[in-house]
C-alpha cells in the first residue's frame, strides 16, 4: 500500500492556481504534478471558499492564530492562578 503523502501549502495554492487559470485541464495538472484530480479539485474549493476571508481580514496566517491562542491560554492560566491564590488564603492555607 503506498504511503500518504503531506503536500505544502505553497503546493497546494500553486496547483490551485493553474488550475483556476484554466491553462491547462485538471487531468493534464494531475499528470504534471503527479497528484489525483479529485484532490485538485479539492484544493480550488478550498481556495474559492477561502479566498473571501482574505479581502475581509478574517483570514489569519498559522502563525499568528497561534499566537492568539497561546495569549488566551497565558490569560486564562493567569487568571485560575490569582483565584487560587485567593481561595487559598480565604481557606488558611497560606
Not at 30 to 37: A, F
Not at 68 to 83: F, Y
Not at 90 to 94: L, M, Q, S, T, V
Given at each position: ?61 498559522e502563525e499568528r492564530r497561534k499566537e ?16 487560587r491564590d485567593f481561595l487559598a488564603e ?5
Open positions: 500500500m503506498a504511503k500518504r503523502r503531506n503536500h505544502a501549502p505553497a503546493f497546494k495554492a500553486k496547483v490551485a492556481l493553474a488550475a483556476l487559470s484554466g491553462n491547462k485541464t485538471i487531468a493534464e495538472l494531475s499528470t504534471e504534478y503527479g497528484v489525483h484530480q479529485t484532490l485538485i479539485n479539492r484544493w480550488v474549493k478550498q481556495l474559492k471558499d477561502g479566498a473571501t476571508g482574505v479581502f475581509s481580514g478574517e483570514c489569519l496566517s492568539k491562542d497561546i495569549a488566551k491560554l497565558h490569560e486564562k492560566i493567569g487568571q485560575l492562578i490569582i483565584e480565604a481557606w488558611g492555607k497560606r
